[in-house]
């Protein structure tokens, strides 16, 4: 790609937090040297998140209530005027290329650009960094636990970008939302990020295809990189809700995106996926907490056959 000039003061930073004290300070101390502007948004205010951000002069807003990941970065865009907003978990700590980023996303019809996530060794974060928007196949494979048994399948390795070559600046279909920038204009064209998918998990691949549809380029620039160790947010969220957000989010996913024969593929996959994880796991663990865990999103999954519609309905 042509390098073209960019000005930091036109970039802002998006860092969503839920309980993250412990990561948001290296986060932020690495955000704090690219000179953008930073606001947190802090779902359910946890103090030792505050004392952290406000110590450092960063913006803070404090939700009393968790309103989402989607919600969340809603609130942050509209407190910032740039026209080139990062968003930035809390886990990932920019390293370097901020600026490489907002060249791509300043060029004619690109929506967003995702750079290069590492973990703590360096190693390139392939698999998560970057995907191909899910087919219907791909998220049935995932629900029958195809993928568990046998990850190399082709489905998943192409959904998973298992073979793409890191190493080049290139147009893709869906970097990760942990260090993704976007621009406000696409940003608004599309009414911002969809804020059913709640709490998190599939947010971002659904804006990313959105923007795709309406003819926006997105690209992954090797030139940025950051350290991203992942997996934080969940860790307080309960395994019988966290099974059902992320199915339901999933079903939410396939019903505004696929055609009839791909949500009902998806819908009878999740079904007879999560009959099976209720037996496996209730036998392995010796336990019934299985049973109430997959039946509910037994249930999700046969309502939205029955009916039709998307599974969503509310936010518990």
């Known amino acids: 790609m042509r390098r073209v000039g960019t000005d930091m003061r036109t970039v802002g930073i998006v860092i969503v937090t839920h309980h993250s004290a412990r990561e948001v300070v290296a986060c932020l101390d690495a955000a704090l040297r690219t ?17 952290e951000v406000v110590r450092r002069g960063v913006r803070l807003i404090q939700n009393a209530v968790n309103r989402g990941f989607a919600g969340a970065v ?22 370097k290329g901020l600026p490489a980023l907002a060249e791509a996303c300043a060029r004619p019809g690109v929506a967003a650009a995702g750079g290069m996530l590492v ?20 998220l049935a494979f995932e ?47 599309l009414g911002g990020f969809d804020e059913r998918f709640y709490p998190l998990w599939f947010e ?26 992942g ?12 099974a059902l957000y992320w199915y339901r989010n999933l079903l939410g996913y396939a019903a505004g995106h696929y055609r009839p024969l ?9 079904l007879a996926g999560s009959l099976i994880r209720m037996v496996v796991e209730t036998v392995l663990n010796r336990s019934l907490k299985p049973i109430a865990v997959y039946g509910r999103v037994a249930a999700l999954a046969a309502g939205s056959l029955l009916r039709g519609s998307r599974p969503w309905c509310g936010t518990d």
């Open 204 to 229: 971002d691949v659904d804006f990313c295809r959105r923007a795709a549809a309406r003819g926006y380029r997105i690209w992954f620039i090797p030139e940025a990189v950051a350290i991203h160790t």
């Open 119 to 138: 973990d703590a060794r360096g190693r390139p974060q392939t698999g998560f960094m970057v995907r191909q928007f899910p087919t219907a196949a791909a």
């Open 35 to 51: 000179g953008a502007e930073i606001v947190v948004v802090d779902n359910a205010g946890c103090a030792e998140t505050a004392r």
């Open 262 to 270: 791909g949500r009902i593929t998806v819908r009878l996959a999740v």
């Open 143 to 189: 629900a029958l636990l195809i993928n568990r048994l046998w990850p190399a399948n082709p489905v998943n390795w192409q959904y998973r970008c298992m073979g793409m070559d890191g190493s080049a600046a290139q147009e893709v279909e869906q970097p990760a939302g942990a260090f993704l920038m976007l621009r406000r204009d696409v940003w608004e064209a």
């Open 74 to 95: 809603n609130q942050g865009i509209r407190a910032l005027a740039t026209p080139f907003i990062l968003l930035l978990n809390p886990d990932a700590v920019i390293q």
């Open 231 to 242: 997996g934080h947010s969940i860790a307080g969220i309960g395994v019988e809700k966290r």
